[in-house]
């Protein structure tokens, strides 16, 4: 292709933006680099530091094919210039049906593919404005002081104790319990959904995974069935009754949109800010000039969490996009219908655009991280996840100034996965 052949209509030069577009059209007929390794992007091992791969993944292939424990064939985009470009890119399906290699799923489950993680515009817009009223920065403060008591009567039930797994008794704690709370699960049924929740996210890897998750999966979709039925007989002031109401209404939510919605928010709604709190920490106690920071001015805790959402952040990559037509990404070509995930985690440490991006500084400023992803699928819930996570790391340090690992941190074991990046658990201690 010669862009000076390329003309308007009578023949006269092109506007500067059509230019532009024609110059990168010919940089996308180069071939995508060469390998540069073959890793299990969804190994525990690989979890534990995936960092030093990324680095030399924007320096020698930014673009990068590789293949999924599936055979899946997937691109990895980790520039931040370039993750930002794929994520305001509506070339870029969320949809699943666009997919060339579609991961196999029980027809069972089908129903969790109408949730809004999963759909473009205009699906995406309704379903998103049936609950973002409830996630505004505004109404989210107010549950500031229900966090701060939850995570006090936590603390009092482990200190004394000595040790914890900070992971399993606090960080799931705190968000498990507000989002409960905010959709009306009942108190008694708040682990089942936890351990549903785990075994659903550790799955995406592999067919196996997939298939070893069945169970658990069934047993979630059968409970939040029962959550339905009761809301329709009997409906409370919660989110959940809120949402059936919707898909009464007929025209705002099918009954597979409610199912999947629910779930979605289950699952997201707490997920996310485990990791965010487990990882947190953990980079906290492995920096502790940076922690000494916030014992001595916690008011550091606002951009200390935005800072950590930069260099621990909970999620690895965003979620699934498929090219709806052969697609160009910083000169190379991504078929149409393949796999791409555009890698938060190391758009975070891009040394073009953040400096000395693998040190953690809580006082760093400006921070414009992408750890909630961007664009029309930003995090719906980034404010809840804010406010408890500054919430759960201010309480827990300011407790308990001399919390220590219990074990080495390279003997910590991360949860497998695609999408999140997470601790398994994180043993600590409260010395003194």
């Known amino acids: 292709m010669n862009a000076q052949r390329i003309g308007t209509a009578v023949g006269e030069p092109l506007p500067q933006e059509q230019l532009q577009f024609a110059f990168l059209l010919l940089e996308c007929e180069h071939e995508p680099m060469p390998p540069v390794a073959h ?12 960092f030093p791969f990324y680095v030399r993944l924007r ?22 210039e370039d993750v930002l470009a794929v ?44 609950v973002h009223t409830v996630f505004t920065p505004r109404l989210i403060e107010n549950l500031r002081g229900r966090v701060q008591s939850l995570a006090d009567e936590l603390l009092n039930r482990v200190q004394a104790r000595g040790q914890v797994d900070l992971v399993r008794e606090y960080a799931v704690e705190i968000p498990t319990t507000i989002i409960a709370e905010m959709l009306g699960v009942p108190m ?34 059968r409970y939040v069935r029962s959550l339905v039925r009761g809301r329709r007989t009997s409906p409370g002031n919660d989110l959940i009754s809120e949402l059936v109401l919707a898909e009464q209404a007929g025209d705002r939510l099918s009954e597979d949109e409610l199912l999947a919605m629910i779930v979605l928010l289950l699952v997201a709604g707490h997920e996310t800010t485990v990791n965010l709190i487990g990882n947190g920490v953990l980079a906290l106690l492995e920096n502790p000039e940076q922690l000494d920071r916030l014992h001595y001015d916690p008011a550091l805790i606002k951009s200390g969490v935005e800072e950590l959402l930069r260099h621990s952040g909970p999620l690895e990559t965003a979620t699934e996009r498929y090219p709806r037509e052969d697609t160009c990404v910083a000169g190379v070509t991504i078929p149409r219908g393949e796999l791409v995930f555009a890698v938060l985690a190391s758009a975070n440490r891009d040394e073009e655009q953040f400096e000395n991006p693998d040190r953690l500084d809580l006082g760093r400023e400006p921070n414009p991280h992408v750890a909630f992803g961007y664009g029309m699928h930003y995090c719906l819930g980034a404010s809840l996840a804010r406010l408890e996570a500054q919430v759960a790391v201010a309480t827990l340090f300011r407790r308990a100034p001399n919390l220590k690992l219990a074990i080495p941190s390279n003997s910590l074991r991360w949860k497998r996965g695609l999408v999140l990046r997470g601790l398994e658990s994180l043993p600590v201690r409260f010395d003194g």
């Open 188 to 221: 008694k049924d708040r682990l089942k959904f936890r351990k549903w929740s785990n075994a659903g996210t550790a799955s995406s890897a592999s067919r196996f995974g997939i298939l070893r998750a069945v169970p658990d999966i069934l047993l979630f979709l």
């Open 87 to 130: 994520l305001k890119d509506d070339r870029l399906s969320k949809d699943r049906a666009d997919a060339k290699e579609q991961p196999w799923m029980p027809g069972m489950f089908k129903p969790l593919m109408r949730n809004m993680l999963d759909l473009d515009v205009p699906d995406h817009t309704r379903l998103r404005g049936l």
């Open 39 to 50: 890793v299990n992007l969804a190994s525990s091992e690989f979890k534990a530091n995936p």
């Open 59 to 80: 320096s020698e292939a930014p673009v990068y094919s590789t293949k999924l424990p599936d055979k899946r064939t997937v691109w990895l985009i980790t520039r931040y």
